[in-house]
Nanobody, 114 residues
């Protein structure tokens, strides 16, 4: 089965940056689309960004601060986060889709505080 493993989370200062990685067990070419979601304490999981072959999309509130990309050779999807804010604190999940099935990673914690 498809396995997705997130990494790169941790503690960051407001205004700082983090780069999240999602390593897939198989070619991400077959996972279409892929994306990042997040879930903050007491809130429902929300979409952050998605990516197809060449077209990224973002939550309106996050555009300009986050960038999603992928490396087919490394079977990895990235989320570059800049200008981090305390409200970005959440568990971030990688998601991929194939043949009508949706796959999820275990999540990586991002905490933004002074």
């Amino acid at each position: 089965q498809v396995r997705l493993v997130e990494s790169g989370g941790g503690l960051a200062q407001p205004g700082g940056s983090l780069r999240l990685s999602c390593a897939a067990s198989e070619s991400i070419f077959s996972l279409y689309p892929m994306g990042w979601y997040r879930q903050a304490p007491g809130k429902q999981r929300e979409l952050v960004a998605t990516i197809t072959d060449s077209t990224p999309t973002y939550s309106d509130s996050l555009e300009g601060r986050f960038t999603i990309s992928r490396d087919y050779r490394q079977n990895t999807v990235y989320l570059q986060m800049t200008s981090l804010k305390p409200e970005d604190t959440a568990v971030y999940y990688c998601n991929g889709n194939r043949r009508g099935n949706s796959y999820w990673g275990q999540g990586t914690q991002v905490t933004v505080s002074s």
